[in-house]
């Protein structure tokens, strides 16, 4: 879990810088850069002998991931849609989901007990570097990087009409929108679920293992909410292409909220049915984060700077993800229960709605 919370704070720290270079110089380069390093990471941990070689591993994919992760990957998706940005969002978001639940049965049940972890630890850096020269080949930043204009309309009017005059999106700075108090607002909701969210579900398998529940309940249940959020993200997408953007996070944080009560209730002879209810609201929150945290930054701050502000929200983001877990174990080291780190996230959460929907677009330049 320590290794962990630095690879969250070190994906934060580096998130302002990675936006600001990708709005200078595109995602492409630097999704390429992310995925060396990444993988360069992942090479490393296959060497470690002291436990320090750990934390360091995890710190570079940290920066690694961070560099090819959703602030590069969300600016090109927003760059190439108007009409179904959010649709287009959802789908790529996605790819978080489906890579875990590709790959964590692979590594479990075939690349670890047959070839080792630290063999197992080569054959994902492969597998990363791989992505590089699909990321060179395929990603350009803007339409008219190929000549087409958004939503990739390649009629010979729109062609000749991407070349000779690109659209020059519109937006706040980061400097502009850190005097708005939209920006404030949206950087409070999101830390806060990031921290509450993150907080129950890294803590969902020691909490019911506490309480009496077999370890293959308590995994499954961990897997109901990854299968939810894979779904979700798709629904809080095209969500997004029919109400406002921070309307859908506002349901996310419904849901979480939700799913937080049901959890606090659960008791070692609760029936395995409101473990589930729990597994579904959770994995129904847990999607709606990338899609609409990238939805309400864009619509609310334009596309000039999305990048630096993006990774601002980032920033905020990655330090609740941090803190939540080491909270809720710190405090059951002390309390010996989890129910007050649960009141915690409850009322933290119940925070995070109203400070999104108070959010109010500022005048563009």
Known sequence: MGA??????????????????VDRYGPMKLIAIGAFITGLGFGLLSFIHNLWHFYVGWIIIGVGMTGMGPIPSTAAVSNWFQKRRGTALGIMSTGIGAGGVIMAPLLGNYFIPDLGWRMSFLVITLIVWLLIPLVVFAIRMKPADIGVNSDGSQ?????VEAK????????????MALATSAFW????????NGFSQVGVVQNQVPYLGDIGFPVAIAAGALGGVSFGSLVSKLFFGWLCDRIQPKYAWCLALVFTFTSIVVFMNVRPASPLALIWLYAIFMGLASGGWLPTMSMVTSTTFGLAYYGTIFGMVNLAYYIGLAAGPLMAGYMYDIMGTYQ???IIFLVLTAVAMPAILAVRRPKLP
């Open 185 to 192: 607002l949206i950087n409070v909701s999101y830390l806060s």
């Open 340 to 342: 007050g780190a649960f």
């Open 4 to 21: 962990f919370t630095v690879y969250w704070l070190m994906m934060g720290a580096t998130a302002p810088f990675i936006g600001r270079l």
């Open 164 to 175: 000779a005059s690109p659209l020059v999106p519109e937006g706040l700075t980061l400097k």
């Open 155 to 159: 009629t010979p009017e729109a062609v």
